[in-house]
């Protein structure tokens, strides 16, 4: 077992490489096959000019030695990787075969042809069934490849595969953005990096003025291919190319890396990491430390208070936020970040770099963490709250993939610890001109659910993500930041230490000879022995740091938990215990927000204790952890807020419309049919916020449905109705996230709601006049329409379709892979068992909600499917059952027993039948659903793994009504008050 001395040790030890004034100081990134391709292709004439000779032998050595059999060159953590690598390398076998007479390299080995077959078979089959949306966002990768077709294409090398002309289209978007007179102005631009992308576009002889350090941005492959162009050959660019081929990763061995020099990324990021997590800087060495933070702040003024990754370089914000950082963790003189924000802020983000398309959301971490670090952080709250709601809103809309690294975890561990600094900052400064929902609502949820989705695929060896240490190391640095924050973590505190405990088990056998993984991305993803050391050794020391806090206080009990515990739908569930307990512990951020809306529509006043309250956001996530695709934060809240309003929906059509007589009962309906029916087709984002035409819609109709006699209540009262429902419909029917949903998807919403309204008030219709109301239909009948619409499953399975479709222009991209599009017949075939699916679904719902309710809705009057089974005093009959009164409220004729369904024997039969035919209304579901599984999947593979979770919520919620009532009484006394508010 290794201690915190042993730690520190080597700690010091890595921070000891670090280069100190070296002009061209050796680098810990890997080769790329890429780069050294690009390389290898670089010619040169002889001193009497009648001979070329390649310039790096060995490089073409080295591609040659890293063919895989099967054709190829370097897999890594994208499918980009891959292609990018072999298209490359397949160019230099290309090159190198049509120049066998350049002199250098040795003879072009004799089965050169086999190889670059084997590399055009390989190749072809890969971009067959390439998928964009599934590739990294590598530097230029729609440029890139584009561009290697050409290249190829010289050398009668084409193809033709599904999204050639998507990748074409990216491009063209891209291009016109590139101005080539830029790159001759002498103002340093990123495409400088990958020249090769637009190299029929430029004038390689106007260059030389665009090098830094003799290269084209630090690029060797966009070196390489400025050597190959310029008419004129650059000797600084050929010492820079022998530089990054000598202390470069390969050594001198013939591999180049993407980038050369890095010194100031290293150097940033592998300080501010050891750092952070505790590790003194007396440990470190502090005479070295503090030299390498002075080289580094003379070099931040020098450049005029920004950094590239590389003194002379295209400064960032990344680095010079890291750089930023590091420097007031050292402490060593004050932080200043102004000239960073003048460069870099923009209203939405920080951009890494100026003119970038997309932001990153590591990068803007590293930003808040560097201001957070200030002396004084309150005076850059516009800049913070900048930086923090682009990561809130990132997290939100599940966009925690980086595009500086492939692993989530990366993205993970930096927020945590930006966002817990935030909090900390918060405590001790105040950062009162910070919005309070951001601090106290949205920064606490994104916190806890990145901290228990962690914890949830934390990976049975104690590894996290694909079982690498490095990623392991991230996860376990964001587990540590959130564990000051006792509130975040009540409820799994001690899984929170458990698995950092767990994670550091798994690092320890291979301590200090940790394998790094290519998770770094640039062209192609590379990686970093130095980086993966400090971010393994900085896991260990937050794990011993951990195991040495004080123990926390117990963990509270809740009774959710063993309420769930016993229901069906966790059965099976692998580590239920402490999956709910995750679960719980992430609900209990959701539910804030649940309760600084649950006025926002609906009265509550006359409302017992709303214990649905409590279930909604614990049964939409842990029906979330139970799903291979869980859905992203700000679709799980949005679902949560539909099924709360649902039941005060019911709630309070029970109350407001209670007594009511025939012509209002119309009116009503009326009423209904005007804000539900002619919405338009067009996506709801083309509507104003506060949808005009429908209110205006609503009041050139009052007139005419006005009621026109004493025996309704005032026009002041059903305006207040009509206000509140049309609130409710406003809120479903326009909101935003139904943009991306076809015209029928939200068709079917529309239509959903309108279904459910009528069938609130056919309820309340029933309550007055009993069973004889509904006695024209049989059970069967009943429970496929009203008695379906009534629960809101139908509509709320159709808000959430639309809420999970892709987008036509997705689908179209995704589908471009295979050649097997499904045709209409199968399309129709599949939207007939989604309706069935959705069809016995609620079905299920009805006899579930209609077995745990009976007590409640035998006391409040309302109809219950056992209705339909007894007769007046519990008899079995087919005719009228009478509405007899209790405690001054209409009732059914079913028996009323104790809560749940405690009740009398005829009753318990009835309920018992209830039961089986839920089973039967399962079976046919599950019939339905896995011959929707077994199609062609025009809906969409991610469609269907998403819609398990709405089913397991609905199914959830009927078993929680078999154990247990949670809809809310409606106190008696309180019902005409609430009808005349």
């Not at 890429?34 to 009497?48: E, F, L, P, Q």
């Not at 990145?450 to 392991?472: K, P, W, Y």
């Not at 749940?900 to 039948?913: D, F, M, V, Y």
């Amino acid at each position: 077992m290794k201690h915190m001395d042993d730690i520190w040790t080597h700690a010091a030890a890595l921070v000891a490489q670090l280069q100190l004034g070296a002009e061209w100081p050796s680098s810990s990134m890997s080769i790329s096959v890429y780069d050294t391709a690009w390389v290898s292709m670089v010619a040169k004439n002889s001193t009497n000019g009648e001979e070329r000779r390649w310039l790096f032998p060995a490089a073409f050595v080295t591609v040659l030695d890293m063919q895989h059999p099967d054709g190829y060159w370097g897999l890594g953590m994208s499918p980009s990787d891959g292609i990018l690598n072999t298209m490359a390398a397949l160019l230099a076998l290309l090159e190198h075969k049509s120049h066998d007479n350049y002199l250098g390299c040795p003879p072009p080995p004799t089965n050169i042809t086999v190889r670059i077959s084997k590399a055009i078979i390989w190749l072809g089959s890969q971009l067959e069934g390439l998928d964009t949306s599934t590739c990294v966002d590598s530097v230029a990768f729609e440029l890139l490849v584009p561009a290697l077709l050409g290249f190829l294409a010289v050398h009668g090398v084409t193809f033709e595969f599904p999204q050639l002309d998507h990748l074409l289209d990216l491009a063209e978007k891209k291009l016109p953005k590139r101005n080539p007179e830029l790159l001759y102005s002498g103002n340093p631009t990123t495409i400088l990096h990958s020249l090769e992308a637009i190299a029929d576009k430029v004038d390689f002889d106007r260059l030389s003025s665009a090098k830094m350090r003799g290269s084209m941005l630090g690029s060797p492959s966009s070196t390489a291919i400025y050597l190959m162009r310029s008419s004129t050959w650059d000797a600084e660019a050929e010492t820079y190319l022998r530089h990054a081929f000598e202390q470069g990763a390969g050594r001198s061995s013939g591999g180049f890396p993407s980038a050369y020099p890095i010194e100031i990324f290293e150097i940033s990021w592998v300080l501010s990491t050891l750092l952070e997590s505790g590790i003194p800087l007396h440990a470190l060495g502090s005479e070295h430390v503090a030299a390498l933070s002075s080289h580094l702040s003379r070099t931040l003024t020098a450049s005029g208070g920004t950094l590239g990754f590389s003194a002379e370089m295209l400064p960032d914000v990344d680095d010079t936020a890291k750089t930023l950082h590091m420097m007031a963790l050292v402490g060593q003189e004050p932080v200043d970040p102004e000239r960073m924000n003048a460069e870099f802020w923009t209203p939405s983000s920080f951009k890494t770099y100026q003119g970038e398309q997309t932001s990153s959301i590591s990068a803007n971490a590293n930003v808040l963490k560097a201001l957070l670090s200030t002396q004084r952080p309150q005076n850059y709250a516009t800049h913070i709250l900048t930086a923090t709601e682009f990561i809130c809103n990132a997290w939100s809309t599940g966009k925690l993939v980086d595009k500086w690294n492939t692993a989530p975890e990366y993205s993970a561990m930096l927020v945590s610890q930006a966002l817990s600094r935030l909090l900390q900052v918060h405590e001790e400064y105040g950062m009162d001109a910070l919005p309070g929902k951001l601090l106290k609502l949205t920064v606490p949820m994104a916190l806890t659910q990145i901290t228990c989705r962690l914890l949830h695929a934390q990976n049975a060896n104690g590894s996290f993500g694909d079982g690498s240490h490095e990623v392991t190391a991230y996860s376990v640095l964001a587990l540590s930041a959130v564990i000051p924050r006792n509130s975040l973590t009540a409820f799994i505190c001690e899984d929170v230490t458990a698995a950092i405990a767990k994670a550091k088990d798994f690092l320890q056998p291979s301590f200090m000879a940790w394998k790094p993984q290519k998770l770094w991305i640039e062209k192609v993803t590379y990686s970093s022995d130095l980086l993966s050391t400090a971010y393994c050794l900085s896991a260990m020391n937050a794990a011993l740091t951990t195991n040495s806090r004080p123990t926390r206080a117990a963990v509270p009990k809740s009774d959710l938990l063993s309420l769930f515990g016993v229901l069906p739908l966790f059965s099976h569930m692998p580590s239920r215990d402490r999956t709910l307990r995750l679960a719980l512990q992430e609900s209990t951020a959701f539910l804030p927000f649940l309760k600084a809306i649950r006025t926002s529509i609906f009265p509550r006043t006359g409302m017992a204790n709303e214990k649905y309250l409590n279930v909604i956001p614990l049964a939409w996530v842990a029906c979330d952890y139970m799903s291979p695709l869980p859905l992203v934060p700000n679709l799980l809240l949005e679902m949560m807020e539909i099924s709360m309003f649902n039941y005060q929906a019911d709630e309070y059509l029970e109350t407001a419309l209670l007594g009511s007589g025939e012509r209002e009962i119309r009116f009503m309906r009326n009423i209904v049919d005007l804000v539900c029916g002619n919405l338009p087709v067009e996506p709801p984002c083309a509507l104003s916020v506060d949808q005009p035409s429908r209110k205006r819609k609503l009041e050139h109709h009052s007139s005419d449905l006005a009621p026109q006699s004493d025996d309704v209540p005032s026009q002041s009262t059903l305006g207040s109705t009509q206000t509140i429902l049309l609130a409710f419909v406003h809120r479903v029917l326009d909101s935003p996230f139904l943009v991306q949903a076809s015209s029928s998807r939200r068709k079917e919403v529309q239509k959903g709601l309108t279904h459910y309204l009528h069938a609130q008030i056919t309820s309340v219709v029933s309550r007055t006049q009993g069973y004889s109301s509904v006695n024209e239909k049989s059970f069967f009948d009943w429970v496929h329409t009203d008695g379906s619409y009534d629960t809101s499953c139908p509509y709320s399975f159709a808000y959430f379709t639309c809420l999970v479709s892709e987008s036509s222009s997705n689908r179209a991209i995704s589908r471009s892979s295979s050649s097997d599009e499904p045709t209409e017949i199968q399309l129709f075939e599949e939207e007939y068992l989604l309706k069935e699916v959705c069809s016995r679904l609620s079905v299920i719902c009805r006899l579930y909600n209609d077995y745990g309710s009976t007590r409640r809705d035998f006391e409040e009057g309302n109809l219950n499917s056992v209705d339909f089974i007894q007769g007046p005093k519990g008899n079995t009959q087919n005719g009228h059952n009478p509405t007899p009164k209790q405690n001054g409220v209409q009732t059914n004729g079913h028996q009323s027993g104790g809560s749940n369904g405690h009740c009398g024997e005829s009753t318990l039969a009835a309920k018992q039948a209830l039961l089986y035919l839920a089973g039967h209304e399962r079976e046919c579901m599950k019939l339905a659903l896995e011959k929707l599984q077994s199609s062609h999947c025009g809906l969409g593979e991610r469609f269907l793994a998403r819609l398990e979770i709405i089913i397991n919520v609905t199914d959830l919620f009927g078993q929680i009504y078999a154990v247990r009532d949670i809809g809310t009484r409606v106190k008696q006394e309180n019902m005409e008050a609430s009808k005349h508010q």
